[in-house]
């Protein structure tokens, strides 16, 4: 029963495309200009460097948008076995417009703190803070939103 998946959040295949396609021709046009008509040498280095990044996001975005994140009774996690939160540890969920959160999702305060990660387009963790969401589709996000607070008002009752 605690392994029976509540809620998923996945990047359907429209989003991830987009997603880095957008990123990967942006670090291509960098690296364009600065190899078509190549400016001072301080410019040349740094759209050279911000291409090269966006280059480097596309490809991180795309391996993990290949993954999906499962809400259970006991956890979040993710597809690939890492766990995201135990819902025990959940102090409080974040949905609100000016709240620093990623597209189409949720930010989630934590007790305790945890490495930082990052799943371009998926989730991220910075300490006590996790934002879920990205490339993902609103309604999944919102979804799974509502159903951890409900069990969160559940645990303080």
Request: proline share 4%; hydrophobic share 50%.
């Amino acid at each position: 029963m605690s392994n029976e998946i509540l809620a998923e959040i996945e990047a359907s295949g429209g989003r991830r495309v987009m997603g880095t396609a957008m990123l990967g021709l942006t670090g291509c046009l960098l690296v364009y200009v600065a190899v078509a008509a190549p400016p001072s040498p301080a410019w040349l280095v740094f759209l050279l460097a911000v291409g090269a990044a966006a280059l480097w996001l596309a490809v991180r975005m795309w391996q993990a948008t290949v993954h999906r994140i499962e809400l259970t009774a006991e956890e979040l996690r993710c597809s690939d076995g890492q766990v995201i939160a135990k819902v025990a540890d959940i102090e409080a969920i974040d949905r609100g417009f000016f709240a620093f959160k990623p597209s189409n999702g949720f930010l989630i305060r934590t007790r305790a703190q945890g490495s930082k990660v990052w799943m371009p387009g998926l989730w991220w963790r910075a300490g006590r803070r996790i934002g879920i969401g990205g490339v993902t589709p609103g309604s999944q996000g919102k979804a799974m939103s509502e159903i951890l607070a409900a069990m969160l008002a559940q645990r303080s009752q």
